[in-house]
């Protein structure tokens, strides 16, 4: 009787009335990220209605709205500049492409390698760049095309109305969760504006929002070798920068709601979104965590909220642009400021002093350059800068024990893994002129972890068979011992009671 997974009245009132909210909260973004792409106005509010659509249809996560982004209107911007909208579309349409491709793959399983103080920049360094983008809206556009900020009551009723709308949404739900707290402050600042003929900025200040049903339309370009050249690099960079943002999202929301979404469906229900949004005229598009948080907070759960926000948003296009063009800014600004104060990790300023130095500096670089640049690159850098002083760190924590055993054979009982960071710790724990003529090197409690290591086993044993000795390498894992295949006859491989290690899987990915 209730679609798309609510069992009950309530359940499918709250995701009507959750869609509400976040499609009143979609207008002025996706607006917004079509001047920073370069493109009409309505070419970022119709990828908002079909990958919001979409990707709440085939996504992996129910309750996470899609739709038009900044991250990804940064990147298309020197596109459509160079070569104009229709390449835009046919690169969206290839991004889509890749993301199925990455999905199929079940290349979304690699966001655990995210680690939590780059989760907390980037929810950080977001949620500095969300209330940033609302900054621009307390500026005048003067006539010749330059801005001011706003000054005396235009700035008060600005701020007046931003502060009623924040305060309903905080004090609302205390009294009563009837109706989402961010869509009654939306309605009742429009009607006490539109009541007492208050002269603030509206939604219509920005463009206006009518127009038609989307139409499909294959790209107008050559379908030839240049292009392909030419879209490629573009497409690659907005499938990553989508895909990151999107399964990040998808964790945070994870977290909030305490269920698991799915990350490889995530990545297919982006690609089907995105292809069909660059044969749509759609500027492409991702998960958006600001309205995903408004989305969650206003009680939406089910896939229902998210294709209520993308069919309420076409009916704005379509038959209430003029009302929609009243609701003013304020109202949204608030809205937006409630998403700040609830998405930034406050906890963050009270953990600084309680976790590693290392931590601590890769949270604040994630946020610094979330907020200089964009998420993708801020998340790869942060990966990269962990991982660095995680080699680091435990390239020092490989140690060896020796004893000779009732053989007379010399036994080094290795501790800690083998890899880049640790190879020359690692060689400087032998001394194969002073060792015995027999020598075991016991790997119970080590691994070899890449081709670094490889070479420095290889290394080893040379300088053994050189001095006339014999090396055994005892208890490899299987995974050990198909890496050292290369090592061929330089070492004798005696494995006994190999240890059993667990490489993560692809299950519930």
Known sequence: MFPMGCTSRACFQNEILSGLTVALALVPEAVAFAFVAGVPPLVGLYAAFMVGLLASIFGGRPGMISGATGAMAVVMVTLVAQHGIQYLFAAVVLTGILQILAGVLRLGKYIRIVPHPVMLGFVNGLAIVIFLAQLQHFQIKLPDGSHEWMSGNTLYIMLGLVALTMAIIYFLPKLTSMIPSALAAILVVSLLVIGFNIDTNTVGDLASIKGELPSFNIPEVPFTWETLKIIFPYAIILAAVGLIESLLTLSLIDDL????????????????????????????????????????????????????????????????????????????????????????????????????????????????????????????????????????????????????????????????????????????????????????????????????????????????????????????????????KKAGDLVEVNVLEDPKYHVADDELA
């Open 257 to 484: 709601t305490n269920t698991r979404g799915r990350g490889n469906r995530e990545c297919i229900g982006q690609g089907i979104a995105n292809t069909t949004t660059g044969l749509f005229g759609g500027m492409g598009g991702c998960a958006m965590i600001g309205q995903s948080l408004i989305n969650v907070n206003s009680g939406g759960r089910q896939r229902l909220s998210g294709i209520a926000a993308a069919i309420f948003l076409l009916i704005f296009i379509l038959f209430a642009s003029d009302l929609i063009e009243q609701i003013p800014m304020a109202a949204l600004i608030g809205v937006m400021f409630m998403v700040v104060i609830g998405t930034f990790e406050w906890s963050s300023f009270r953990i600084m002093g309680k976790i590693p130095r290392t931590d601590a500096f890769v949270l604040v670089l994630v946020s610094a350059v979330t907020v200089i640049s964009d998420l993708a690159i801020a998340v790869v850098v942060g990966v990269i800068v962990s991982a660095l002083f995680f080699a680091w760190e435990h390239a020092r924590h490989i140690n060896v024990n020796t004893y000779i055993d009732e053989n007379g054979s010399k036994v080094y009982e290795l501790n800690g893994p083998i890899f880049f960071g640790s190879v020359k710790n690692f060689l400087e724990l032998f001394n194969p002129q002073q060792d015995p003529d027999d020598v075991i090197i016991e790997f119970q409690n080590s691994r070899v972890a890449d081709h670094s290591a490889i070479e420095a086993i290889d290394n080893l044993a040379e300088k053994y068979i050189r001095a006339g000795k014999k090396l055994h390498l005892r208890h490899l894992s299987p995974e050990c011992r198909l890496l050292l």
